[in-house]
């Protein structure tokens, strides 16, 4: 799927020429992205971004994931998208970032004073692409002890502040995935915004749409793979596309492909909780199905560490369980769809239809 047709061209021509390994510094291709100002895509050029809507987002999105290159693009843009919302100074996000969402229960702030720092304790699990970050951008709840209502997003440096250990591990795709301990960590004010309650849910929102974006990048290039296999490999003295069963398969990978395409398109035209959602459930079920049936259709070749397939595969089968299982995401949907009475709000979510009556099914009550 192309979300921004200007763009495409580029991204392809950049990440064309990205390393084959995934082990290799990609730092030349980090300084490549930030001279670009990829990674700031979506930050008005008033608050000293270059501008771009949730599209050009996307695109860049689904060219990490059709071209499998190992930099935090994705995060590091989703982090300074967070603090230009909040008014806090993009520069933070400057170098390479990422951004923590503490699920409820997982860690909490509070306010020293008035005016003065906060203090973040607890434990938020799989942090993409931690401690390999300059910046680490938290979104948090306040403590319920206290007066004060919304989000906290306050920005830390993982290698430099006292309090702050980290546990380091690693993805599937073999992608940095760390654990951040927070033990009544001091953040200056300057460094922290208050937010509305619901910006937390739209931080994930934009994170479930880009994700989704990045896994159908992976898909169309794991789907363009089989095609070319299925075509040039020989069995039986014809192609493997000319088998009955083969043909089946490759046409059920190409509706996951097209389904998964179909998902983000209404995500992208009618933004919203339910619509990201959809589309980020739809992407995990697709993840899935494409990368069984690429290596089914490809053999122990797609196997091998020559292979392309495997970038790809991986990519997939970590992402598709990342900020939340496909069941999480379908219980979004469930409840967005059932917020109100009658087949209304499923009605608005399928069609885009907004009559007075439903008009709240989209932000309707959703666990974290």
């Known amino acids: ?10 991204v392809d021509d950049v ?17 490549l992205v930030s001279e670009l100002d990829w990674p700031l895509v979506g930050v008005p050029e008033e608050l000293g971004g270059p501008g771009g809507d949730l599209a050009a987002a996307a695109e860049l999105a689904a060219g990490t994931g059709r071209h499998a290159v190992p930099v935090p693009l994705v995060e590091t843009g989703l982090a300074a998208w967070a603090l230009a919302t909040v008014a806090l100074p993009v520069a933070a996000a400057t170098g390479r970032a990422t951004v923590a969402h503490a699920s409820l229960g997982q860690a909490e702030a509070r306010p020293v004073g008035s005016g003065g720092p906060w203090r973040l304790a607890g434990t938020i699990p799989d942090v993409r692409w931690l401690p390999a970050v300059d910046r680490v951008v938290v979104v948090v709840r306040p ?9 906290v997003v306050a920005v830390l440096d993982p290698g430099g502040t006292p309090g702050i250990a980290v546990e380091v ?10 654990t951040l301990r927070l033990d009544g960590v001091a953040v200056p004010a300057h460094a922290v915004a208050l937010a509305p309650a619901g910006f937390a849910r739209d931080v994930l929102d934009r994170a479930a749409l880009l994700r989704a974006a990045a896994i159908a990048g992976a898909v169309e290039r794991a789907c363009e793979l089989v095609k070319e296999h299925v075509s040039t490999r020989r069995q039986f003295g014809r192609p493997l596309a000319a088998l009955a069963p083969v043909g089946q398969l490759v046409a059920r990978l190409a509706v996951e492909r097209d389904l998964l395409d179909a998902a983000l398109a209404v995500a992208l035209d009618r933004p919203g909780h339910a619509t990201a959602a959809a589309a980020r459930a739809v992407a995990a079920a697709c993840a899935g199905a494409v990368a069984t049936g690429a290596h089914q259709l490809h053999g122990a070749i797609g196997l091998t560490q020559e292979h392309p397939l495997h970038r790809l595969t991986r990519r997939l089968w970590a992402w598709r369980d990342e900020d939340g299982s496909q069941r999480r995401w ?10 109100g009475e009658g087949d209304d709000c499923l009605w608005s979510l399928v069609t885009g239809a907004r009559p007075p009556a439903v008009a709240t099914c989209d932000r309707a009550a959703v666990p974290d």
Not at 1 to 10: E, H, K, N, S, T
Not at 169 to 178: I, Y
Not at 330 to 339: H, I, M, P, R, S
């Open 330 to 339: 379908e219980e979004l949907v469930g409840a967005a769809v059932l917020g």
């Open 15 to 31: 990440f064309g020429d990205a390393p084959a390994a995934d082990a290799v510094d990609a730092s030349s291709l980090w300084r």
């Open 1 to 10: 799927m192309i979300f921004d047709a200007d763009l495409r061209g580029v």
């Open 143 to 151: 403590a319920e002890v206290t007066a004060v209502d919304g989000t």
């Open 169 to 178: 591990g690693r993805n599937f795709a073999d992608e940095p995935l760390g």
